[in-house]
């Protein structure tokens, strides 16, 4: 049960994290971009470093050739001169400048090499970040059109709301508008109706009216029958 309990709660933590990611994806890509600018950025200090340890060492060597090959000459004119001495020394010192110039020339293909891989990195790396930027660019502006069409949807939605809402009122208020008329209507056609009744009587020509003498005669006759 506790095992059960554990994953559960590791698995809600992870799909809150990778919530969290996802709705600051844009955010969260654009700081991993600045880790990797940064990162490029040390790169091509590195790069440069080699670069000039590169520069150095070829400086070095060609300072090594042009040395011994002043030596040469000066230990071939010491022999000529009788000086066997002297060239034997010479001989030393140059040979002593040339393994200092083997050695030299080794470091020198050791940097060469490492520039070239770093300058193939760097390449690389420069490329990979103009891509990212460019997508991250397709990625904010396609983020702001669902961010506005989210927004309009809900707009869209409480308009539609209140439209229906005041719809509802208008049908409500043209309702009582009409009734109140058909009552004012029927008002006005009772008031004017009676009004004729009564002009009608006045004038006579309304409906006839019983006898009261007449009654009398049927009563008196209905008594003498009897």
Known sequence: MMKTLNLLLRGAAADQAQALHDA?????????????????????????????????EARAIEALDERGAALEASAAKALAGGREDLARESAVRIAALEDERADRRAALDGFSTEVSRLRELAGQGERRLRDL????????????VRRAGAAGRRGVAMTSGALREA?????????????????DAAMAELAS????????????????????????GRIRAAAAAA
């Not at 600045?34 to 790169?43: K, N, W």
């Not at 309702?175 to 009552?183: I, K, L, P, T, Y």
């Open 24 to 56: 600051n994806a844009v955010a969260v890509l654009r700081q991993q971009i600045r880790d990797a600018a940064g990162a490029l950025g040390v790169a091509r200090r590195e790069l440069a470093v080699a670069m000039a340890y590169q520069a150095g």
């Open 167 to 183: 719809e509802e009122t208008l049908a409500r208020l043209r309702s009582r508008q009409v009734g109140e008329a058909d009552v």
């Open 133 to 144: 930027d460019r997508g991250l660019q397709s990625a904010r502006a396609a983020e702001a």
């Open 193 to 216: 109706g009676g009004d004729l009744e009564g002009r009608l009587d006045t004038a006579g020509f309304g409906r006839p009216r019983t006898d009261p003498a007449a009654v009398m």
